[in-house]
């Protein structure tokens, strides 16, 4: 199953089930992929989503990751710090560790891994996010036959 790690960006505008983004939330659930994070990416999706949610919606919104066999807890051994914001080092980390498809985010401060050769770490917004599921789900059906 493929790998993906999630920018905290990306998840507090996909847990509510009125956002148009709300899919790759509802995928999660469901097992369509693999989510990749580390104690700081999950102390930091506690964080925003309290800040913007409140405690009720961050405590359930990490218990739904957390008991899902397809939450991946990664320890990354070393810190590329590739990145100027240590924020976002942890979500690079985290995707190299893991050998994850990309990284998924809107955040510009990532683009700098663009120009990076080694280690290539990839990163897609939510509509790229989404023909990579879809075409996952294509081949599996495929596979399935």
Not at 67 to 84: A, K, Q, S
Not at 92 to 108: E, F, G, K, M
């Amino acid at each position: 199953m493929p790998r993906y790690v999630i920018d905290t960006n990306v998840l507090l505008v996909c847990v509510s089930n009125k956002s148009s983004l709300h899919w790759i939330y509802s995928s999660f659930r469901t097992g369509a992929y693999e989510l990749c994070v580390t104690t700081e990416i999950l102390a930091e999706y506690a964080e925003i989503l309290e800040r913007h949610m409140g405690p009720v919606v961050s405590r359930d919104v990490l218990n739904s990751l957390t008991t899902r066999h397809n939450l991946i807890e990664i320890e990354p051994t070393y810190r590329f710090n590739l990145l100027n914001d240590p924020d976002d080092n942890k979500f690079v980390d985290c995707a190299i560790a893991a050998n994850a498809v990309c990284i998924v985010s809107h955040d510009r401060d990532f683009l700098p891994l663009r120009s990076i050769e080694f280690p290539k770490v990839v990163v897609v917004d939510t509509v790229k996010f989404n023909e990579l599921l879809s075409a996952q789900t294509i081949q599996q059906k495929g596979e399935d036959n």
